[in-house]
């Protein structure tokens, strides 16, 4: 591409990108809340934009999206789990439809035919450039190019989040073994279809979610994806000091869609009827209860009979505790071991996904630039 080409490029994607970027900053707010929260994606926005003139990368949305829950739902100690299932994929359908127009841009693909680690700084590129354009400029128009989609991003997930937090409705809560029932339709065996290699990782990542005694923490989840995201791409690109960059931004794009249409569509599920209405917190539990995990009995029976299946690993322990509990006691823990089943459900869902995606974008031929 030229350089007179790349910097009409540029310039086209700016304009386009800052046309929402204008309205959005145009909104005034129904409440003082949702003022608020427009306050704080703009700010982060514009404070974003900066660091990425740094050189510095990830806007960190989830905690763009932490402070705008705390401003609907100040007195909760999590606010983030305020948020309905329903809601929420709902509005990743339609963060799904915005990206694709994002996609449509004319010219886009030709802007983003580079590696994320030759805009990551410390990383050096070994690649010869194919064009014209000095490596100074290059570098900086690709800089330019990163921030109008970062800034697209926080403008999407802030606008989704909005929405979301936003609403505020009763709390209907179905009963523990009906939520059991629903769990137990929603788990589906998954059969990638992946290479030896990558098949073996994903089955060993898999079974540390799975057969984890303790109740499992998100954040200790996040750490097994992070883990497993890097052995997949690193089986594709071995040679690698860093597997993770070696993805081309345009498809990483693509994936992103790709994911999001994916979770959208898990509100299309019958069996979710009774589920769409909860809050995130009354299924994977803002606030552990204590359960007797370590039976060793019933962990081996589990273990032995249920593999991959964690709506049927929660109904065992279920049916155990029914048994053994004291009536006075048994919802409150009956409510616990649906939250960990659910919350591992969740987990292992979305385990499968990111290995599917994962696969496929880091096994993919170079685009031609």
Known sequence: MSFLNLAM???RLKQFMGARQKLFQQRK???PQESKALEVVLETCHRQAKKLYQKEFFPDTLHMVSRIAAIYYPGEKAPLQKARIGNVLNAFQEMNRQVLE???????EALTQFRLREVVPGFAVDEKNPSWVPEFFLGWFRLRVMRALWVQWLLLVGEAAIKV???HQPDEIPEPETLLDEMDQLQEETDLTLPDEVRSLVETSRKKILFSIKPLPWAEAKSIYI???GNIAKAWHPRSSSPLYEVRIYDLLGSLADYLEWAGQLSQKPVLNKMLGLRISHVTGAKEVTIPYTDNKLFDWVKKYQVGRAAK????IFKTLQRKQPAILFRDVAIGVVKEGGKRWLMLYLHDKIAEETNQLYKAPPSSS
């Open 227 to 229: 883990s497993l995201a």
């Open 9 to 11: 490029g540029v310039l």
């Open 102 to 108: 994002v996609l449509e841009f004319s010219g886009l």
């Open 313 to 316: 690993w929660s109904r065992t």
């Open 29 to 31: 707010g129904v409440s």
């Open 165 to 167: 937090y936003a609403e």
